[in-house]
């Protein structure tokens, strides 16, 4: 499989690849050559298990610059149901072949069904079966998307299909990525980590990358300085709303998920959710759709400033975040975390340095 990517394309995705990571632009020479050398590195096996595969388009339409153009033309796309042009027998050759030839990233989205297995099932074996199989072989394993990390919607009580995420199935370390989709830039971004320093990034307690998931969409959020002088949209519509008032009241459940969204972006870097006029839904949060809907819902038990008899919390004090300070502030305190200068906290795993 063979791409025309210009060098300069190719450069900008180190050079963001870099940022994403708390790297300095001194390090887009060596990202560069650990890409260019990806050939020879671990091929890629991407599972679909129960899922919409909306991660894997996200995955494959992100566009500043090409990442799919990028990813797919050096490093080994081995099997990936959506986009292979083998099919049957020949596609799970290629599959078995990788697996028997070891030293891949495996990559997976969509649930396990574990209550009844037969709820999902490729060439005769069930999901469980495949996971175990390939997992097993594989230098490394990452989980895309709030089905694959945490079970996602087929996991909302009362999951009649026993769905779990592939870290509550396997034994062997998995780095989870969620999202309803996952992001594409944080997807890239702990790939080529694995590529550059062989190992899989640090993780928090949940599983997830570090540099990506160490602060909350409060923290970096542009309505933030809203939120802190207590204004906020009481009705969508509304002069409040379009003078990009704090969403909370709206249900915005940011302040209790984590998550680079107000950093990263979405659709070329164009816009996310909050900032189109909707609040957070929290779809990066383990259980969010049993434990944040409704999605219009005020969160319960936040310190909010200007709701009366609530004191306002340290917790959200901190200093007004204004939109034109923001990404600064917000990419050095993702730095920070990537450098390992955060003061790390009791629920925080040191496991994957190993």
């Known amino acids: 499989m063979h791409y025309n990517v210009s060098r300069r394309d190719f450069l900008k995705l180190c050079g ?4 994403m990571l708390g790297l300095s632009q001194a390090w887009i020479p060596q990202i560069a050559r650990a890409l260019e050398q990806a050939a020879k590195r671990p091929p890629v096996v991407w599972l679909s298990f129960q899922s919409c595969s909306g991660c894997f388009e996200s995955f494959a339409k992100a566009d500043y610059p090409d990442v799919a153009t990028i990813v797919l033309d050096i490093i080994s796309l081995n099997y990936q ?41 490729v060439g005769g074996k069930t999901s469980e079966e495949i996971l175990g199989e390939v997992t097993a072989n594989s230098a490394a394993t990452i ?24 870290g509550d ?28 320093y062989k190992k899989v990034p640090k993780l928090d307690s949940k599983g997830r990358p570090k540099f990506a998931f160490s602060q909350k969409v409060h923290d970096n959020c542009q309505r933030r300085a809203h939120f802190d002088s207590g204004e906020y949209v ?18 915005c459940k940011g302040p209790e998920t984590h998550s680079p969204c107000p950093l990263t972006l979405w659709n070329s870097k164009q816009n996310w959710c909050i900032g189109c006029g909707n609040g957070c839904i929290g779809c990066m949060e383990p259980d969010f759709w049993d434990e944040f809907a409704g999605f219009y819902d005020t969160l319960p038990d936040v310190p909010v400033p200007g709701f009366i008899g609530v004191k306002r919390s340290s917790d959200y004090i901190g200093s007004t975040l204004v939109t034109a300070t923001m990404t600064g502030i917000g990419i050095h305190a993702i730095a920070t975390a990537a450098k390992g200068r955060f003061k790390e906290n009791d629920d925080i795993s040191e496991g994957s340095d190993d």
């Open 234 to 251: 009481e009705e969508f519509g509304s002069e409040e709303a379009a003078q990009n008032y704090c969403l909370y009241k709206m249900g």
């Open 169 to 196: 199935v396997i034994n062997t370390p998995v780095i989870n990525i969620p999202g309803c989709p996952s992001n594409p830039d944080t997807m890239v971004s702990t790939i080529t980590y694995y590529l550059l």
């Open 143 to 166: 989980a895309v998307g709030t089905c694959a990390t945490y079970g996602g919607v087929q996991a909302m009580n009362p999951n009649p299909t026993g769905a779990k995420g592939v």
């Open 81 to 121: 149901e959506v986009i292979m042009a083998g099919a049957g027998a020949q596609s799970e050759k290629n599959l078995a072949d990788t697996v028997a030839a070891g030293g891949y990233i495996t990559i997976v989205e969509g649930a396990i069904a574990t209550g009844i297995p037969e709820a999902m099932m």
């Open 16 to 19: 963001g690849t870099a940022a």
